[in-house]
């Protein structure tokens, strides 16, 4: 099958199969990390987990820069290499390229701590940054040879270990934040035991890793675009642990923001799988077209689910303090359907070296920071919220018009809003019935996981009102 359709290509389904192990994996470092920030909320006094949330916030900042930026180079290096000392090459770059932005990282991140927290919460954060950065040329190794099931293991592995030496370092160590932090450098040391290996080379080797002009410039796209759009996460939770106000209501925004970022987590792993194919330049826009459907079909339904939870029974989840998570969960879900979408797309763009997206970008992410500190103004965490919101919205219509029109319409073919519309009028009418709404939510969780995991070639066929060609990006 050709490209100028959307039926499914045998590469597809390939990719497909992989998207779906890189997202079970991060279902199930989702599930755990939730689990860890609810037990944290009991362990840690409100202030300790504010500071602990802004901290992650970084983590979560940094890293979305990390796991971009040098894996996305090394792995497209290794997609389009045509030798193998070509492809050690790459490798080696990436490497140097990991311990320098690495060292930066850390330095920047300090600084930005050091508003908010303690001096040894500051130096975990930090080392735990340069950590994280080192393992991300075995993300990038693993994702350019396309091994997903020995990354999605890897992931797995690094939030257990990650979220036990969390758990010891607080309860037993007693180090509060302190500890809770150090647990994201610990974790991160499953990533360098996969370290790749490369041959012995002499100075002039190494000379000429550093001199690869194309991949710096390369680097250095993905990274700026990579740094815009992880802004989009990180900058509300760090916002409001900064701004003054009451303590346990930001927490319960932290909190409400961790539990928002869902389809963060699946627009990564889709873009994952996707992305060494993507910079083939095969099968672009159906590749595109099936990525998004697939992020769809999970994100829009729960996000439905996370907007109509229950309050009593957040209450039940959450201690007292954070009783505002209820009000704030209706915003942050929304926002963190955005950040997701906002981050696949760009993904598309990066692969085919395309950066003509960062200009609505640029213009978006203007528009978020203003719409929270407007919101912030009239009506502090609760107003910093709907700003949020409203701000990550606008920026993924700014940037999906973008993709439309590079792409035309069909990218959108493969995506339902009839069965997300349902769900979320449903969920909203037995909301009051709390055993009611779980079995709802429940349905309704699994039939998203099955739209998921079929076979595209039962969703082959699009909305009547799209016409069947699909561009590669860059091409109109």
């Given at each position: 099958m050709t490209s100028s359709g959307v039926a499914t290509r045998p590469d597809e389904t390939a990719v497909a199969h992989g998207a779906r192990w890189i997202t079970l994996a991060f279902v199930i470092v989702g599930l755990l990390n939730y689990a860890y920030a609810l037990l944290l909320t009991r362990l840690l006094d409100v202030a300790a987990y504010s500071t602990f949330a802004a901290g992650q916030g970084l983590i979560l900042w940094a890293s979305t820069v990390a796991t971009v930026c040098v894996p996305w180079v090394l792995a497209q290096g290794l997609a389009r290499a045509r030798s193998e000392p070509e492809r050690h090459s790459v490798t080696r770059f990436a490497k140097l390229v990991s311990v320098a932005s690495g060292v930066t990282a850390a330095a920047l991140v300090g600084v930005i701590a050091l508003r908010f927290a303690a001096p040894a919460a500051v130096l975990a954060l930090a080392i735990s940054t340069f950590i994280i950065f080192l393992g991300t040329t075995t993300t990038g190794w693993l994702q350019g040879t396309e091994r997903m099931r020995s990354l999605a293991v890897l992931y797995v592995a690094e939030n257990v270990l990650k979220n036990g030496a969390g758990v010891l370092l607080v309860v037993v160590a007693g180090l509060g934040d302190t500890g809770a932090l150090a647990a994201f450098g610990i974790g991160g040391l499953v990533m360098l035991a996969r370290w790749p290996r490369t041959p012995r080379h002499p100075g002039q080797a190494r000379a000429t890793s550093w001199g690869r002009r194309d991949l710096w410039r390369r680097a250095a796209r993905i990274a700026g675009a990579q740094s815009m759009v992880s802004l989009f996460v990180a900058l509300d939770v760090v916002l409001v642990a900064v701004l003054p106000g009451n303590r346990a209501l930001a927490a319960s925004y932290q909190a409400s923001a961790t539990l928002a970022r869902i389809p963060l987590f699946v627009a990564g792993a889709v873009a994952t799988a996707f992305f060494p194919s993507l910079s083939r330049g095969e099968s672009g826009g159906a590749l595109a077209a099936r990525a998004l459907r697939m992020y769809a079909a999970v994100t829009l339904p729960l996000t439905a689910i996370l907007?109509?939870?229950?309050?009593?029974?957040?209450?039940?989840?959450?201690?007292?303090?954070?009783?505002?998570?209820?009000?704030?969960?209706?915003?942050?879900?929304?926002?963190?359907?955005?950040?997701?979408?906002?981050?696949?797309?760009?993904?598309?763009?990066?692969?085919?070296?395309?950066?003509?997206?960062?200009?609505?970008?640029?213009?978006?992410?203007?528009?978020?920071?203003?719409?929270?500190?407007?919101?912030?103004?009239?009506?502090?965490?609760?107003?910093?919220?709907?700003?949020?919101?409203?701000?990550?919205?606008?920026?993924?219509?700014?940037?999906?018009?973008?993709?439309?029109?590079?792409?035309?319409?069909?990218?959108?073919?493969?995506?339902?809003?009839?069965?997300?519309?349902?769900?979320?009028?449903?969920?909203?009418?037995?909301?009051?019935?709390?055993?009611?709404?779980?079995?709802?939510?429940?349905?309704?969780?699994?039939?998203?996981?099955?739209?998921?995991?079929?076979?595209?070639?039962?969703?082959?066929?699009?909305?009547r009102w799209v016409k069947p060609t699909v561009h590669a990006i860059g091409s109109k």
């Open positions: 907007i109509t939870v229950p309050g009593h029974l957040l209450a039940l989840i959450f201690p007292a303090q954070y009783s505002a998570v209820a009000m704030l969960l209706k915003f942050t879900a929304v926002t963190g359907f955005a950040a997701g979408g906002i981050s696949l797309v760009i993904a598309f763009f990066q692969a085919a070296d395309d950066y003509s997206c960062l200009t609505w970008l640029l213009v978006g992410l203007v528009g978020y920071a203003a719409d929270l500190v407007v919101g912030w103004l009239i009506d502090g965490v609760t107003g910093l919220a709907i700003g949020g919101a409203v701000g990550a919205m606008s920026a993924l219509l700014l940037t999906g018009y973008h993709l439309v029109q590079s792409q035309g319409y069909a990218v959108l073919s493969r995506v339902t809003l009839v069965e997300p519309v349902v769900a979320a009028a449903v969920l909203t009418v037995v909301r009051p019935h709390l055993y009611i709404w779980l079995a709802a939510a429940l349905l309704i969780g699994l039939r998203a996981g099955i739209r998921f995991l079929r076979p595209g070639a039962r969703h082959a066929r699009g909305p």
